[in-house]
């Protein structure tokens, strides 16, 4: 199965617009500053990386409290690394987004400094031969990593990683997630002719796109914008800097531009973290309850759109810290995608979470061929393997094949 960093340079007129800023408008948009100073700095909340690679030894990272869980999901392949590389400049771009500490550099400031992110490293080659236990487990490479993670205890995963196939054990992985409240974020496909929507497009997940400064969808390959069916929220994810120039193998001493789902996903994994700290009573369902329904600035009846590609809305940090999500129900709202966990494997994972089998027996679920699993970036005339993240194009309805069901 091909692993690839899919990222694009800026257009002509996007670098030019970049050279006035330094590619954290989101910063600024967020008001993020502000809330660090009431102390909502995600300290206590627990981030779950699920990405190819990074580079833990960046200053980005001094002072941070990052761990990277030890192997991969591939054959030959590590989590992290000191070498330049697409994978680890994309990992580290989109960790960096979460906790860095504005030394790099993108001069990139985390929205969540202070939370605790554990990254778990896909692997960054060019083909992936997933590893006998992955084999065996039948489960996607990607959702390999999100078991790990759920199963290791933390309170939010975010992917910035898409796949083409499915299977059922990994809706079963998710059915646990949402059995333990574990809001599981993924970034939307950039380019849906190319790139597989999975896992944002499944049930249970919050998916991502991106959106510009003007909150308006990127335009994509194909000249028409990033409208993805089934979309949660949309975040900040256009003309970012990124830890990287967008050459292969890059270089880690300078900075990029790039736009894509893979930018914003770590903005929304953030707004929850936040959220988790400054209301630790609230359920991970609840959480997102509160994400949904406190889109853009202003209060407003629950809306959604499966159609126009914002979904619910704008994700924004302040709205959701201004309101105590306890008030909303527990129960998961992303249950209404066309495939993936339903309310009764949900209910069914809980049940055997709360009386575990005495032993484990291996699953004798099938597993088909896999489509490229790429990592979810945004918008650009150069298609590079770099770091930021590219397009997103139009992403139609349609039945998405299920292996193993």
Known sequence: MAIAAVLGTASPAAAAASAADDGQWWYDAYGVADVHAEGWTGKGAKIAVVDTQINPDLPDFQGADLTVAEGSACVGAEPSTSVASPGAQHGSTVTAMLIGNGTGVAGTKGIVPDASVTFYGVGATADCDPLPEVAESKLTPIMWMVKRAVDD????????????????????????????????????????????????????????????????????????????????????????????????????????????????????????????????????NQLIQSLTRNTGAEDHELQYSDTDGFGYGVASLGHVLSKDPTQYEDVNPLLNKDVGPTQEDIDEAAAALASPPATDQPSQEGIGVFLPVIIGVGVGVLVLIVVGVVVTVVLVRRSRRRVGA
């Not at 333990?180 to 002719?193: E, I």
Request: hydrophobic share 40%; no cysteine.
């Open 153 to 284: 205890g933390t309170d939010i995963v975010s992917v910035s990683m898409v796949t083409g196939e499915g299977t059922t054990p990994d809706d079963r992985v998710l059915a646990e997630a949402a059995a333990k409240k574990v809001p599981v974020v993924a970034g939307n496909p950039n380019d849906v002719f190319k790139e597989g929507g999975l896992p944002a497009g499944l049930n249970s997940v919050v998916g991502v796109s991106a959106v510009d400064s003007d909150q308006k969808l990127p335009i994509a390959a194909l000249g028409v914008e990033n409208v993805v069916t089934n979309t949660t929220v949309v975040a900040p994810g256009v003309n970012i800097a990124t830890i990287g120039d967008g050459s292969d193998p890059g270089s880690g001493d300078v900075s990029g531009r790039a736009t894509g789902t893979s930018l914003a996903t770590p903005l929304v994994a953030g707004i929850l973290a936040a959220a988790k700290q400054k209301y630790p009573h609230a359920t991970g």
